[in-house]
């Protein structure tokens, strides 16, 4: 057990007792009373099912004049109170759990971000790094390891000579590289382009290779799978890995390999990702925002306290001998980055996030291709965390804190928790409770806490302050996909394992040989969202009855932005000139 793995235990012990403190100074914990139903007494479960008989046996019939309006809604106010209220406030405790346990999470990683920011804290502090002696090819390459650089892709025609020259102009000895692309494209057209790419840039004396296999099997997995297979590249001591769109720049290797080179208990070296489209609509914006929360914010925290996080699938440097004792890549899930990365931590290997470096690359273009990223992301950490909750526990080479941190932190609360308690907590009951003012909602719950994690997210984006109302309303909205995509992979339901490449739209081709896909006719179905438009319908709906009949709540205000964001995601407004994509 490591110093940084007590430091992170303790930051976190500190960060829950302050939220349980924090509870109980504003009353919203009272531990000498039991948790009561809204201000009435507490819900008799055992009498329902014959007060329902008696209430329904009781109706007058169509003979007598049937059922007058009168009749209906008392009958309407004793089902309210007496079922759906006492239902939906047990789901609205549940949900304050969770949101303690969010809260206390967020706290907790920005307590550490922010600390390894004003302390200067880099990773050489805790693991040995030095400059690769010799860096002049005259002198000699033997102090150079062998290195691959794999590059996966499918059907990448807007990107893949960006990647492919990237890796090819990176600083490093040609006789210790090998740069293998992993063409799966299906389209013989592009499948040819990408060959000739590898074939220009091998006459100019660059170590490349071009793989293809007959078929798909395990996507990106398989394919990593695949390359590793190959001769030469069981002769190389480390692997780098790029998507189609990364970009690294000339000294990558130079400042990630030494970290592997000097401290052997190191598997995997992974840096930041930078974007060279993060400005070109609000749709860019909010989503850089989400990742540099990810990467400034979960990266560092775990890398600095417990050498663990997930791989990113990209922009990363692995030990091949740690994914070899991991067993390999797995396509078992969607998310094959985050399994290898578990896998091998398990065995003991650790970790370093190196935030100064960054690699460029593009985020969506398309509120489609967003959510179906963010879809196969949630849905594969979900489903993995059904399948390797056991592992970790039984676990022999990883420290009961770390067993902790990755069951409760990394999967539980981020993967499962997090993407639930908003949208249930956001999206249904705070709406529906305009119509069942027997439901109680603590204020602590539904205004304190989102303040707490608005506040914590706006410390690490000072930069972004302007657009965090808006980041709000479209996070609000993707918790609805992501709440899905967790429930699919933790109950395996259709779709699970299913895989949709991310279509790149390219930024920097320096001649027009390469055409660009032709545009498509799109059906009604393919334009216009339907889920997001019945929710828009369903908000403004409740919030227009809260308006009218606002009791003693006001929600209206809050659930027509939510409305309206719904609306225009429905529509595919992404903050660019044109509203339908």
């Given at each position: 057990?490591?110093?940084?793995e ?15 403190a ?6 919203a914990?009272?531990?000498?009373h039991?948790?009561a139903?809204g ?14 008989i008696?209430v ?5 019939s169509?003979?007598?004049g049937g059922?007058?309006?009168g ?21 609205v405790?549940?949900?304050m ?18 600390g ?14 030095e ?5 002049d090819?005259e ?33 490093w ?12 494209s ?12 590898c ?25 990593l ?8 590249a ?8 790029f998507?189609a ?10 400042r ?7 401290n052997p208990?190191?598997a995997?070296?992974?840096?930041r990702?930078?974007?060279v489209?993060d ?7 909010v989503q850089?925002?989400?990742f ?10 775990g890398s600095?306290?417990?050498a663990?996080?997930?791989?990113n699938g ?16 797995k396509?078992r ?5 985050m399994?290898?990365?578990v ?6 290997w ?30 594969g950490g979900?489903?993995?965390f ?5 592992d970790?526990?039984?676990a022999k ?6 067993k902790?941190y ?14 639930m308690v ?7 009951i705070?709406?529906i409770?305009?119509m069942?003012?027997e ?21 690490r ?23 899905r ?5 933790l ?5 699970f ?9 390219g930024?920097?081709f320096?001649?027009n ?5 032709h ?6 179905r ?5 889920l ?15 308006l ?7 929600y ?6 939510q409305?309206i ?6 529509f595919?407004?992404?903050g660019?000139?044109?509203?339908c994509?």
């Amino acid at each position: 057990m490591e110093a940084g793995e007590i430091g992170g235990a303790v930051v976190f012990a500190l960060a829950a007792a302050a939220a349980v403190a924090a509870a109980v100074s504003v009353g919203a914990v009272d531990f000498s009373h039991p948790l009561a139903v809204g201000a009435g007494a507490p819900f008799d479960f055992e009498g329902v099912i014959p007060w329902l008989i008696g209430v329904f046996s009781g109706l007058p019939s169509a003979a007598e004049g049937g059922v007058s309006l009168g009749t209906v809604y008392e009958l309407w106010v004793r089902v309210r109170s007496r079922v759906i209220a006492p239902t939906l406030q047990v789901a609205v405790w549940v949900c304050m759990v969770m949101s303690v346990m969010l809260v206390v999470e967020a706290t907790y990683n920005c307590v550490v971000s922010l600390g390894v920011k004003v302390i200067g804290w880099r990773p050489e502090w805790r693991f040995k790094w030095e400059p690769l002696a010799g860096a002049d090819e005259e002198k000699g390459t033997g102090e150079y390891p062998m290195v691959m650089v794999q590059i996966p892709m499918y059907n990448e025609l807007e990107v893949y000579k960006l990647s492919i020259g990237a890796a090819c102009e990176l600083n490093w000895p040609k006789d210790r590289i090998i740069v293998q692309v992993l063409d799966d494209s299906t389209d013989p057209f592009i499948k040819n382009l990408v060959e000739l790419e590898c074939e220009s840039w091998a006459s100019k004396g660059v170590n490349i290779t071009y793989a293809i296999r007959s078929s798909r099997k395990g996507f990106k997995a398989g394919a990593l799978k695949k390359g590793m297979e190959c001769d030469y590249a069981k002769q190389c001591e480390y692997i780098a890995i790029f998507d189609a769109d990364f970009q690294p720049e000339p000294d990558f290797l130079l400042r990630t390999v030494p970290f592997l080179m000097h401290n052997p208990d190191i598997a995997l070296v992974q840096a930041r990702w930078a974007f060279v489209n993060d400005t070109t609509s609000l749709l860019t914006r909010v989503q850089k925002m989400f990742f540099d929360y990810h990467f400034k914010v979960e990266q560092e925290a775990g890398s600095a306290t417990f050498a663990f996080f997930s791989f990113n699938g990209t922009a990363g440097v692995w030990r091949t001998t740690a994914i070899n004792e991991a067993g390999g890549w797995k396509d078992r899930t969607t998310v094959e980055d985050m399994d290898l990365a578990v896998r091998a931590t398990l065995n003991g290997w650790k970790f370093v996030y190196v935030g100064d470096i960054r690699v460029k690359s593009e985020l969506p273009s398309t509120y489609g291709a967003y959510c179906r990223q963010q879809f196969r992301w949630s849905c594969g950490g979900a489903n993995l965390f059904r399948k390797m909750a056991m592992d970790v526990l039984i676990a022999k080479d990883v420290s009961l804190l770390k067993k902790f941190y990755m069951l409760y932190s990394f999967f539980l609360v981020r993967r499962v928790v997090a993407p639930m308690v908003a949208c249930i907590l956001y999206n249904i009951i705070v709406p529906i409770s305009v119509m069942v003012p027997e439901l109680f909602l603590p204020i602590w719950g539904v205004a304190y806490i989102p303040m707490a994690l608005l506040i914590i997210t706006a410390i690490r984006n000072p930069r972004n302050l302007h657009i965090m109302p808006l980041w709000i309303l479209f996070e609000n909205v993707m918790t609805l996909h992501r709440m899905r995509a967790a429930l699919t992979g933790l109950l395996e339901l259709s779709g699970f394992n299913q895989w949709v490449v991310t279509k790149k739209a390219g930024n920097n081709f320096e001649d027009n040989v390469v055409p660009l896909l032709h545009k498509t006719k799109k059906r009604l179905r393919d334009r216009i969202n339907f889920l997001e438009i019945g929710f828009s319908v369903f908000l403004i709906l409740c919030a227009s009855y809260n308006l009218i009949f606002h009791g003693t709540t006001s929600y209206f205000f809050n659930l027509y932005l939510q409305g309206i964001a719904f609306l225009l995601l429905g529509f595919n407004f992404t903050g660019t000139c044109a509203c339908c994509q």
